[in-house]
């Protein structure tokens, strides 16, 4: 009875490490089945654009940038993405309060493209032409006639006015639904003086792209209200049809200025409008695009633009890779030089958390859209260091063990006992740091926390189903109970013996 004890105990380190086997293979069948056979390379890897959004932030205007704000742009942002077919894309909101931050991430060529459209405000407003002029060189005299109706106020910032310049239509002010406002028109210098907005951006359910070939083949985009919006356009096209010029117009008004301001000939009751305005076949598909999802909530101010070429991505994927494997070589090296037999156990077990870590990337790749930056090449480089560790703590376990009197095959059991607390609590506090990391930090500290924390996890599994196991075999062997100096412990390789 003794002796099938002794013989099922024997079969558990080679269960153990069969199992192990099984759940590699099990993880890797998975990975070519929904095809994640690669790790999906972040932006600073494979090349793109990435983009910063500054919520504007006017007087008074602070209460408006609230969380609920920023992520309703990240969902509005992120649909317009997805809606232009870009893959592996990413669109974050970072920060906290009011130095909340939206980063936009577009892998590719395309990227430039992409940002300008995705941060567009696109606040669309149907407002009446209360007044219509040219600007000239009277502008800023303040000897245009007053307009009945508006106060003095608008009537001196319509006299002052001049839309001959950029200066002018980049400076127009907040472009709020309720108010009287005075703008310029988007291509001419055209100025006007609106009513307040009747129809808006949300109460429009459709929007797209076409080519009007009864006006001279120009892109149009053509719009559908929702009930509300139906009700509105029909109720403000109704009441300006009998108006004198230029109060029979309606001016669309896309973030502050006119698109165009047709005039109304009848009332318009079907729920349909289109827009006009020298639109090229890709700025009338990018309008309809932004329309289609809403306008944000808030106006943001572009800040930091990066684009990396693939070429540098490429090379910094390199230099990364290169960093990694002279790493794990030095680490190696020290191993088999220190540790001599036991560097094979070293070598085997990180050879094991490499090809888990290779696995978990790519099939976390697949199903949650992780990608490996160049940080989270730091945070995989770091953690051979701290699987090192492991190894290092169990060794000297089991040799102060053999000093202690114990043979190989018991000191590798005593060894463990000891050594797996230690183990433990270490992984436990990069783990623990990781995910404070994680959850606290911002960009490309975030992607070398994950990083750190799954390799980490896998460093654990790996000790107490490889490393451990395959001592554990090696202990019972003739030749590393020989007392051979190769095998790292030999009671002369100890200092036991002279």
């Not at 999802?293 to 990364?320: C, K, M």
């Amino acid at each position: 009875m003794s002796t099938n004890t002794q013989g099922a105990k024997g079969q558990r380190p080679v269960r153990t490490l069969i199992i192990l086997m099984l759940v590699l293979i099990i993880g890797s069948a998975t990975a070519v089945l929904t095809k994640a056979t690669t790790i999906n390379l972040g932006l600073d890897l494979r090349g793109g654009t990435s983009v910063t959004l500054q919520p504007r932030i006017s007087d008074g205007d602070t209460g408006k940038v609230t969380s609920e704000a920023i992520d309703q742009a990240v969902s509005i942002i992120r649909s317009r993405v997805n809606s232009l077919g870009v893959a592996e894309s990413e669109v974050t909101a970072q920060g906290s309060g009011t130095n909340r931050q939206i980063v936009i991430s577009v892998p590719g060529s395309t990227g430039r493209r992409i940002v300008e459209l995705v941060g567009n405000t696109a606040e669309l407003r149907f407002r009446q032409v209360l007044a219509e002029s040219a600007s000239g060189a009277a502008a800023g005299t303040g000897e245009a006639t007053p307009v009945a109706g508006v106060s003095p106020e608008i009537n001196a910032a319509y006299a002052a006015i001049d839309c001959t310049t950029n200066a002018a239509r980049q400076n127009l002010g907040g472009d709020t639904p309720e108010q009287t406002i005075v703008t310029c028109a988007r291509n001419s210098a055209t100025k006007y003086i609106l009513g307040p907005a009747e129809v808006v951006g949300r109460e429009v359910s459709k929007a797209s792209a076409g080519l009007d070939t009864q006006a001279g083949n120009v892109w149009t985009v053509a719009l559908t209200f929702d009930n509300d919006g139906t009700k509105k356009f029909g109720a403000l096209t109704q009441r300006v049809t009998s108006l004198a010029a230029p109060q029979n117009q309606v001016a669309i008004v896309l973030d502050g200025l006119v698109v165009s301001a047709p005039r109304i000939n009848e009332a318009i009751v079907s729920g349909n409008a289109q827009i006009t305005g020298s639109f090229t076949q890709v700025e009338a598909s990018d309008l309809a695009n932004v329309l289609k999802y809403g306008s944000l909530p808030l106006a943001f101010d572009r800040g930091e633009v990066q684009q990396i070429s693939p070429t540098l991505g490429e090379n910094q994927l390199h230099a990364g890779l290169l960093a990694g494997g002279l790493g794990l070589f030095l680490v190696l090296l020290y191993m088999f030089a220190f540790y001599r037999g036991l560097g094979i156990v070293s070598a085997g077990s990180l050879l094991m958390a490499m090809a888990f870590t290779y696995v978990t990337f790519a099939l976390l790749g697949e199903t949650i859209g992780f990608t490996l930056t160049l940080a989270g090449i730091a945070g995989a480089i770091v953690s051979i260091g701290i699987t090192a560790d492991s190894f290092i703590v169990f060794f000297e376990r089991i040799r102060d063990e053999i000093r202690e009197g114990r043979s190989l095959r018991s000191a590798v059991e005593t060894g463990w006992v000891r050594a797996r607390r230690t183990i433990l609590v270490a992984d436990f506090v990069s783990i623990l740091a990781a995910a404070l990391l994680y959850f606290f930090a911002v960009g490309g500290v975030r992607g070398f926390a994950f990083a750190l924390g799954i390799a980490t996890f896998i460093d654990l599994l790996v000790v107490f189903f490889f490393t451990k196991p395959l001592m554990t075999i090696l202990g019972r062997t003739k030749f590393y109970n020989s007392g051979s100096a190769i095998t790292g412990v030999s009671r002369k390789s100890l200092g036991l013996e002279a």
